[in-house]
């Protein structure tokens, strides 16, 4: 087996489709086809490796033959429409079994293949007959119309089986799993050219809570079958139901209503739709398939619930910060005054128990002082406006070692920065701040039995670029890698610190849309890595 065909066969095998009873809308397309073509008989084909199953027929009964004595194989992976009008004058076909009389004795023949969006032949839609007849342009191109229909209906109900395992994946504990495992189904309805309904299918009658009624007017759709617009409370106007738009204007894609059913959940509901036409042109009526989206419009809405609470804990952090460093950072200051001048002024009049005492509280003012900067660090980050231009990551590097050029003296420390750094778009402020706390870091961490290394480089990367901060310090333990990074988190008791300086980073690095994180440097050590996307500047 060549590498193409098993390609085809996963992606066949994928759909779930072989060997299981078709469902009422695909029985429906088939039908039409029979219909489109003007032939008593039809057929669904899906082609395996050694297969023909006939997943769902009209006017004869289905089943499975060789693949080697199908009459679609032979060109069902050309991409094209095969047609014959006699296969027994046809030298494709006309030693065939299925024309022969061994196993029919088909003479006009059409099949419309089923061409995945990957390009991968699935099968065909088939029309046949025992006569000799003709086809027309327009005929082959309904054809080829619900061939797509089909696919539609494969690929959403493929998708929606996807998105089921994904949800229950991400969240197993929520109480929806049930109903979401209950919609996966596509919901189809058709009506005839009078737009009359002629189907619902057992999803659209779970969603409705009711049966087709040919008998129902199609002005009375919106309050017998309760259509609501996306607001849920203004009934769906009989030119917005999709069926009818589909029926009076041939196609519909991405139409949203509600589905609400007294004592029902409602359903959101995405629909697309297609008039359908016979040989002669006539119209047949109009088909609409609907796919349930209401738990991704319920994660649309929770996510700008997100966003607006964002924004409501951003404005109190700024007002925490006015408030810190005003009610807070004022009165220690003060305390602090007040200790050094106890301590100039009254020193002679002190016994070294009260000079000690006097000195333990000014290194406590100090550290609280210490705290309430790196919060305000931490708060500007995250509040203050990203303002990106154009800024040379070297030249904001050397700024950053200028403000730690007295912190790098006194560790002996060596910091090297690579050459050639590329120009960002980027808000200079903060990514200097940035590069001051991981610099500062390594410094701090660095090991006590060897001088201190440290390397700042960038690379580029697909869509932005990748920097890195390294040093040949005392490192980070693996399990703790990713701790580092949340508020108030220390590794090393014994080293000074707020545990706020990573979690100040993380937020810089997300305000310019990249990630930050933190692995093992070769040869002992850590390396500090952030992406930078590329953006426009001047973006607040």
Known sequence: MDEREAERLAALHEYH???????????????????VAGVPTATLNLIDEKRQCQLTTTGFDGGISARSDSMCAIRFESGKVAYTRDASQDPTYQANPWVTGLLADVRFYASAPLITPKGHALGT????????????????????????????????????????????????????TDAVLE?????????????????????????HGLDADPSIDPGDFSSRYRLFRTDGT????????????????????????????????????????RALTGADGQALGAVVAMTDVSADRQRREALERALI??????????QFAG???????????????????????????????????????GRAVGRVQGLIEALLDYARAGSTPCRRAKADLGEVADQALMDLRDTVRDAGAEVSVASGLPVLAVDPTLIRQLLQNLIGNAVKYRHPGRPCRISVAAEATTGGWLVTVTDNGIGIPKPERQ????????????????????????????RHGGRIWATEAPGGGTTVAFTVPDAPVSEA
């Not at 609470?309 to 700024?318: C, F, G, H, V």
């Not at 003060?334 to 016994?351: H, M, W």
Request: glycine share 6%; charged share 25%; proline share 5%.
């Open 323 to 361: 408030v810190v460093s005003h009610d807070l950072a004022a009165p220690l200051a003060v305390i602090s005054g007040y200790l050094e001048l106890l301590a100039d002024n009254y020193r002679d009049d002190l016994d070294d128990q009260a000079l000690k005492w006097i000195s333990s509280a």
């Open 125 to 176: 839609l088939c029309v046949f007959d025992s006569q000799p007849r003709e086809l027309s342009d327009g005929q082959i191109e309904r054809l080829k119309d619900l061939a797509q229909v089909i696919l539609a209906l494969f690929e959403r109900r493929r998708q929606s089986r996807i998105n089921a395992r994904l949800f229950l994946e991400a969240d197993a504990r929520q109480q929806f």
């Open 183 to 207: 919609t996966i189904d596509v919901a189809v309805a058709a009506a005839d050219p009078s737009g009359h309904l002629t189907l619902f299918n057992r999803a659209s009658r779970d969603w």
């Open 309 to 318: 609470e964002l924004r409501r804990s951003n404005q109190e952090l700024e």
């Open 483 to 510: 701790r580092v990074f949340d508020m108030f988190t220390q590794i090393d008791g014994d080293q000074p610190g707020y545990g706020v300086g990573l979690s100040t980073c993380q937020r810089i690095v997300e």
């Open 17 to 35: 489709l072989l060997d299981a009873p078709a469902d009422d809308e695909l029985a429906a397309v088939v039908r039409v086809a029979a219909m």
């Open 234 to 273: 203004t009934p769906l106007p009989e030119d917005e139901i999709p069926l009818l738009r589909a029926l009076r204007g041939g196609t519909v894609r991405n139409a949203e209503m509600i589905i609400q059913p007294q004592g029902r959940r409602p359903v959101h509901v995405v629909a697309d739709g």
